[in-house]
């Protein structure tokens, strides 16, 4: 199942494997958290749950997408550390493949972000 590995330093892969918690959590570096995306409900991410208590870098690309999508966030909120992004749960709870436009609106965002 294909889902985007968004890391602090503008790096991203598709990354296309069987995921597990172990894996989520490695890629993030620790405790997992959700992360949703307010007017993009079919898609979300996992990212470090201690990641601004532990210093990691922020993430710009996730943090801006985080803000354009609408979600309520308190002025000056970031997200920290490495995201892990997948299309929405099934009906059993499961995560699901990144949809292909979520990929490509980070790509994007990165040309953006990065020039």
Known sequence: MKALVVKTDGTMNVVDQEWNYNQINSAVGGWIEAIYFAHYPDHFGYINEEGKIAGLDINELVTDYWYESGTKV???DYIAGDAVIFGELDDDGNNTEVPEYVIDKF????EKVYG
């Open 107 to 110: 790509f994007k965002l990165r």
């Open 74 to 76: 308190l002025l000056g």
